[in-house]
């Protein structure tokens, strides 16, 4: 008897028929009962094989009726007396079908399938993909945006400053110079304040510069307007 061989082909024959835990360790037990007998026939009770491998009678049976099916034992049984197994030495290995090996393929590799997912995945309403932009583009598209406003702004004229200045709460006629002042200031530096920021709502700007501006007629601080020209000694 060829021990080792049929070990060795039941593996095979398993990794394709994938028989039952139970079935695998009658077969296992049946085989080594024969290659202590130096031969193929074994004669045992369903009591010592459930015994031996801690299982019930009836899964004795059910899983060599199961070793019969795939054809690797044959066996006789009759009330009353142990049961004669034969050990098939020539069993067929089984053949796959093309459907049942695609589906062992895809339970070992996972990956197949959901690339097939992904292949057959129907096109429609799918966006369009876009080529991602540069950092050049973005930069651009975020300098054009942020300067839009200003290319709308509308820069006033020196009558409508001073008609705005003249409609706000603690205005006095003495303060024209220096809103002059300040209006010349703004319109020389491009609209922008003493920190470079543009200066998006002047007139808001204005209203709150205009307590300041009395502060400073009020302290007596001269703007650049009410210092008198000096001419040199002739």
């Avoid at 098939?88 to 062992?104: F, N």
Wanted: aromatic share 10%.
């Amino acid at each position: 008897m060829y021990y080792q061989e049929l070990i060795q082909k039941f593996w095979d024959f398993n990794q394709k028929a994938q028989l039952s835990t139970t079935a695998v360790a009658i077969y296992l037990y049946l085989l080594k009962l024969a290659n202590d007998n130096n031969g193929y026939n074994v004669t045992v009770s369903d009591v010592a094989i459930g015994s031996t491998l801690g299982i019930t009678r009836k899964t004795v049976k059910s899983a060599r009726e199961s070793l019969r099916n795939s054809g690797l034992v044959r066996y006789e049984s009759k009330n009353g007396y142990s049961c004669s197994y034969r050990i098939v030495p020539d069993y067929p290995l089984p053949i796959l079908s093309q459907e049942k090996s695609q589906k062992v393929i895809i339970k070992h590799n996972p990956l197949i399938l959901i690339v097939e997912k992904k292949e057959n995945l129907p096109l429609v309403g799918l966006p369009a993909l876009s080529t991602p932009e540069t950092i050049e583009q973005k930069e651009k598209v975020s300098y054009n945006s942020a300067s839009e406003p200003f290319k709308m702004r509308k820069n006033p004229s020196l009558e409508e400053f001073m008609e705005y200045a003249y409609t706000l709460i603690g205005y006095e006629i003495s303060m024209d110079p220096a809103i002059k002042e300040r209006y010349a200031l703004w319109a020389n530096n491009d609209w922008c304040n003493n920190l470079g920021k543009p200066i998006t709502n002047w007139k808001s700007s204005l209203k709150n510069l205009l307590p300041y501006m009395k502060n400073r007629i009020d302290n007596g601080q001269l703007s650049l307007e009410s210092i008198p020209t000096i001419k040199p000694p002739k």
